[in-house]
């Protein structure tokens, strides 16, 4: 199917060709000369029916400084597939890239999730398969890197898609996917066998040629992982997965106490096989950092770190309840056999949590912030507007860097006031900081969106 051409919102364009660039480029400003008439932004319309509805999933960039893209489109007849982008190291669509730098998958009522780059020039995606509402399956598709076009996995294969098998009938959601150094791929999330409420956490790896690896996981003759204590959690969700410099895999996401009416964050680890590596005393951890019935803490994305003194250290971001209703961000710092590493946040106490007074912050993704210690972290403010990019840059302590943008803190807005973009993914690509999301346009029309925003202009070594 070939994606008709579309053309941006005359309102949006005005909008990008206003901005002026500063007099000089700091930390954390859009990077003038990329993107839409050089504001530093960007847009993705795939707009293949009449919904016009594209939503971003993940991104990943290139080695050469572009941008790809996964999201969920629906086409002319409103099924779902899965939309690929490439940006090129300007910002503007990649013309080698399918022709125009937008291509779909063959595989219909698919939602994109996760995209790695593998080491053969392979686009993976992660998504799921909807089925008829009492059958989800968990599935990767594959494309050319190098074009944009749908690539086969090798026979007996011979499709650009593959499935995670699991059990008839059960609720299958593929939420990420990472790639190991020999190309075989993870992809990780949740599988319910039974009622949609009695959530596993769930990893199935494949060899790079698409087939399950077989030795990989805890249920004999398959390439799946399945991780809970029914005796003590109801359900686990998986919402982000990250490889450690010695092969093993850590797992992220939330899960609800067996009694309690809160939710925890948790964070699962496996062995290089998938057989489960405890963190602690537990199998798994599972926290809060706001005691309280009526707060939740959701942990959304994790990096691995090797340190001196504690094996992988994990940073961790994702979103708490700090009162009952109102969302703040949260950056925390996890060590094997010590939940809350202790030297780490404003109080030593092991995270810090960031808010907007009586509005909404909820951090999405985490990276660490090239030629330092310290991280970036992306998040979606909701405050005066609806919704807006929010990027933090925090030194390796916990605290805010007053050395980018306004105090720490860099806002994205690609619409008009009263609009919503929605961060979804953020990257180190062509020497500035690369974030991607979604943009609410009128009634179900979203958008794909990007932007680039300068990074350590002053000092090249990255020292501040």
Known sequence: MRIRHSF??????????AAAPAAFAADGDLATGWGLFGSGRNVIQYDLGTAKTDIAADSVTGPD?????????????????????????????????????????????VVATGIALSPDGSLLVSGYKTGNGTDNDMLVCRFFASNGTNRNFPAPIGNP????????GSQDFARDIVVQPDGKFIVAGTIAPGAVNERYAAFARFDA???????????????????????IFTNHDIRAVALASNGKIVGVGSTSVVGATDIDGLVIRLNTDGTQDPLSPNQEFAFSVESSSARDTTVR?????????????????????????????????????????????????GFVINSLGNANLEFVKLMRRPGSDGFLVLGLRNDSDLGDF???????????????????????????????????????????????????????????????????????????
Do not use: H, W
């Not at 790809?68 to 939309?83: L, S």
């Not at 990989?216 to 029914?230: A, C, D, H, M």
């Open 209 to 231: 040629n698409g087939q399950p690896d077989l030795g990989f996981g805890n249920l004999q003759g398959s390439n799946i992982s399945l991780i809970r204590r029914t005796n």
């Open 301 to 349: 994305d994790v990096i691995l770190v090797d340190t001196a003194e504690a094996e992988d250290d994990a940073y961790v971001v994702g979103v708490v309840d700090v009162d009952g209703g109102r969302r703040g961000g949260m950056l925390a710092r996890l060590r094997r056999g010590n939940l809350l590493n202790n030297d780490f946040g404003l109080n030593d106490e």
């Open 65 to 109: 400084g572009s941008l790809y893209t996964a999201a969920t489109v629906q086409d002319e007849n409103g099924i779902q597939r899965i939309g690929v982008s490439k940006l090129n190291a300007a910002g503007v669509l990649d013309s080698t890239f399918s022709s125009d730098g937008r291509n779909i998958s063959l595989e219909t009522n």
């Open 390 to 464: 929010d990027v933090r840059a925090f030194s390796s302590d916990g605290r805010l860097s007053n050395a980018f943008g306004s105090s720490g803190v860099s806002t994205v807005d690609f619409g008009l006031p009263g609009a919503i973009d929605i961060p979804v993914a953020i990257g180190f690509g062509g020497g500035g900081i690369l974030v991607s999301g979604y943009s609410y346009v009128s009634g179900s029309n979203y958008d794909v969106v990007a932007a680039k925003l300068e990074s350590d202009r002053i000092f090249g070594n990255g020292l501040e």
């Open 8 to 17: 941006i919102a005359l309102s949006l364009a005005s909008a990008f060709a």
């Open 161 to 168: 898609c593959v499935k995670v098998n699991s059990f008839p």
